[in-house]
């Protein structure tokens, strides 16, 4: 083999294996960038859930106290209604109280 076809042949494994070692170079960057917008990609993905989830939760709380607000509205209602009966018949059981003692 001539000396020309040597070099020409060393020449092209040597562009060859800068190839292969640029391509594995361009392999790992693109992996890494690749996990890097994973992980960032992962990390807005939970705080839009962790917003969401208080945002719920916000709602939820502020549901529950209308909900309880009105339930005690309601309650305070019904007793006052209650009061309102008892003291109506507190007046006639002292009215038949005095007409028993009197009339006895």
Partial sequence: MSFEAI???????????AAVAGAELKARQMLADAQTAGKAALEAA?????????????KTEEKAAAEAEELSRQ?????AQLREKADAKLGEAAALIVERIVNN
């Fill in 7 to 17: 070099t020409s042949i060393t020449e092209a494994e040597a562009q060859a294996k």
């Fill in 46 to 58: 939970a705080a839009k859930a962790d917003n969401e989830l208080e945002e719920l939760r916000k």
């Fill in 75 to 79: 309650l305070e209602g019904r007793k």
